[in-house]
């Protein structure tokens, strides 16, 4: 379906778009969902840090927005190609802030060019920070930049796919920290990735939370995402044992990374994070919890995720 048809199909072929402000390109660009692109970012700044690897603080803030931009671009480019195809609508359980151009009378056209915007920002962002580390983080992010392209766009969208949520996990459980290590000494740091593994898992529960929650939209719209081919029984299987071994990773690995220090982080995150871990160990991926549902995931990333990134943090200043 075309944006002109789609825009018909609403009934509002004569009321004028309305401009695309700073306020609608904040609404664009999902600050809500930013957690999954910050909490990678800090970790992989403060893993540098308490290995002692040069980072400069203004590198530390580029990489961090380059990160934010690069999610920002995601989220704008997936609004407009579900608008434009017809696949969200307000009867679909989708949030005012997840479906900004269903909700306002935007032109679709400019969203899209905000969306290639905030990706060209983050690349600009991403270079002035590696300007001297090699060919290293280029390519890291040439791979980067590519997937946030191909999550939406083109013709076989990653975000339809069934390896989706492993796509998404690694990119930005795993090269976001990959790509911060390598702009600090221009080198590629494997022995990095299995510390990336509680970050890898909690990014691809926010995709399966989305996927598992949408199995009937995906299906009528011809997505063939992993809970499409599962189907909700054992997606919901799949669902609660990655939970289950991210809240376990969440635990294990700062013990074995960064002595004493992880009794604090562990204890932060049993007090601070029950109530979100809580609802996702027991969701039935429905579509009516769906709100509440990527509410619950995006704050157990915000609480894990973040407070691992944090223990890294007191590591390194202890």
Known sequence: MGTDSKIESEGAVSAPCRPLDAAAAIRLAAVHTWPASVCPAMFGIFWCLQRGLPLQPFQCILLAAACVLSQSA??????YVDYVSGTDSKEDNVEENDAVLVYCHLNPKHALLLGIGYLLAAAACGAA?????GPVPYLIGLIGGLTVLGYSA??????SLPLGEAVSGFVMGALIPLG??????????PELIPECLPLILGIALIML???GSDIEKDIRAGRTTL????????TIVLYRCMLRAWIALLCIQPLLCLGWVAFAGI??????GHRPFGFLLQAGLRPSDRIR???SVTAANFIGNGILALAYAAAWLL
Do not use: E, Y
Not at 129 to 133: G, I, L, R, T, V
Not at 227 to 234: A, C, D, E, F, Y
């Open 74 to 79: 995601v989220n704008t480019i997936n609004d």
């Open 129 to 133: 920070a590696a300007w001297h580390a």
């Open 154 to 159: 083109g013709p076989v969208p990653v975000s």
């Open 180 to 189: 911060t290590a390598s702009v600090a000494d221009g080198r590629f740091h």
């Open 209 to 211: 939370s989305n996927n």
């Open 227 to 234: 809970p499409v081919l599962l189907g909700r029984p054992r």
């Open 267 to 272: 204890a932060c995150t049993v007090i601070a």
């Open 293 to 295: 549902q990527m509410k």
